[in-house]
């Protein structure tokens, strides 16, 4: 029979035995539940990145389909007729400003010289016979 120190012994050392067992066997289970967390988090990439290809995909097809690039060109002719369509409308602003001004200018001369209204007359006589208009 054991005494009572060899069996006290014996169970410190069980004691010590189960509580290594035990801090490897933590130690273990923290490994594994970061493999597991790491795994999570891979397949959780995995995911994104096959949606992310997918969306690019259909961003890619979008890009080069014959709608987009028609109306691409149409954006770039647009850009590159700017100028031009600045020019023509200052050119039409010109225009009615001038006609406007010619108006202005024959009611003052209808109120402010009558003798000229003869002259005019016989502008006008002049233009249709040799078929030349005046700029007003």
Not at 54 to 77: A, N, P, T, Y
Not at 94 to 120: D, G, S, V
């Amino acid at each position: 029979m054991l005494t009572e120190e060899e069996e006290m012994t014996g169970i410190n050392e069980t004691m010590a035995a189960l509580s290594s067992e035990i801090n490897g066997n933590t130690g273990q289970k923290n490994i594994a539940a970061l493999k597991r967390d790491w795994l999570k988090r891979n397949t959780e990439l995995t995911l994104t990145q096959e949606s992310q290809q997918k969306i690019w995909e259909v961003k890619k097809e979008q890009l080069q389909s014959d709608d987009f690039r028609q109306k691409e060109l149409l954006i770039k002719d647009w850009n590159h007729t700017a100028d031009a369509r600045n020019w023509l409308s200052s050119f039409k602003q010109q225009q009615w400003q001038q006609r406007n001004q010619c108006r202005t200018n024959r009611k003052f001369e209808a109120e402010f010289h009558p003798p000229q209204q003869w002259l005019r007359l016989a502008e006008g006589e002049y233009e249709r016979a040799t078929g030349k208009t005046n700029s007003c």
